[in-house]
């Protein structure tokens, strides 16, 4: 493993526009279960991930009933609001703090890599601290709106103030567009970046999954390097879109490559 830190800090440190792709695996050691693995949410509760898929139906139907649940029912995720960033979105946020990675795109809804310090982050799933019109996509911090007296009143669901939408969580359902402006400036640094970290994903939730792809093959003959950060080896692994896998934690392999690229520097 040392080795492959090495050789990854070496690449980062030679690249022109690094950037990171994040999953929930980031986000483990910060006590937020992932989907996905071992210990993931659906491989241990598979109705969870029945429900979960239509939840975007049901605000569809019925916003006001969305809102209730929301604000009365059990969070999937636990108590997300109080988690903490790990050594694993420090280390992303201080590689961007060298100049070395441009932005950071997650899955994660968490905040986590801006609770770290990282300045541009793209939140392809969105952001549990904000709230979304359905209509025009204009974002609110839930601040703006005293959600727990309108439920109390009668008066949910928020509404826009810029279209009268109806408002709902910035986090992107299952069956949900990914909201245009975050998909374009994704697929933007996916097309001009000539290094990927792609760092705890499962690499199966798509359209997410296809930025690695988009990065490996979509560079008219410029060589995209991809390397994972992962627990367990994932379809980019095993179909050959990453040049390599670093197998671990990141917590652990993330503090490591910083080191490294600061060695580097130094010389
Ligand atoms: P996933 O659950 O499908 O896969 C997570 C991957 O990370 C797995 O391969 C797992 O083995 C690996 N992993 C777990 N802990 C790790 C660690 N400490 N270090 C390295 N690897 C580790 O996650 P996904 O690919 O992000 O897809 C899940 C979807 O669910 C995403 O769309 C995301 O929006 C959402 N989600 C978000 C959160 C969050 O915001 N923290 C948590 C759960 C799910």
Request: with cysteine; proline share 6%; hydrophobic share 35%.
């Amino acid at each position: 493993m040392a080795e492959l830190i090495k050789r990854a800090a070496e690449l980062l440190v030679q690249s022109r526009h690094a950037i990171a792709l994040t999953g929930a695996g980031i986000s483990t050691e910060s006590g937020i279960r992932d989907f996905r693995g071992p210990d993931g949410i659906w491989t241990k509760n598979p109705e969870a991930e029945r429900k979960a898929y239509q939840s975007y139906a049901r605000f569809l139907a019925n916003p006001k009933e969305y809102w209730i649940e929301r604000l009365t029912g059990p969070s999937l995720l636990g108590d997300i609001h109080r988690a903490e960033p790990n050594p694993g979105h420090r280390a992303l946020a201080e590689l961007e703090h060298l100049g070395l990675l441009k932005c950071v795109i997650t899955q994660n809804i968490d905040n986590l890599h801006q609770k770290a310090g990282s300045k541009r982050v793209l939140d392809y799933h969105g952001n549990i601290a904000r709230l979304r019109c359905a209509s025009c996509d204009t974002r609110y911090d839930p601040s703006e709106f005293d959600l727990e007296k309108m439920l109390a009143e009668d008066r949910l669901p928020p509404i826009c103030r810029a279209c009268n939408g109806v408002i709902k969580s910035d986090v992107v359902h299952f069956h949900e567009a990914i909201p245009s402006d975050v998909a374009r400036e994704s697929q933007e640094e996916a097309e001009r970046c000539d290094l990927m970290l792609v760092c705890g994903t499962s690499a199966v939730v798509y359209p997410f999954a296809y930025l690695p792809r988009m990065a490996r093959h979509g560079g008219f003959g410029r060589k995209t390097t991809v390397i994972e950060v992962n627990a367990e080896p994932t379809p980019l692994t095993e179909e050959g879109i990453s040049d390599f896998l670093i197998q671990g934690k990141t917590g652990v392999i993330l503090p490591r490559l910083v080191d490294e690229v600061k060695k580097i520097k130094s010389r």
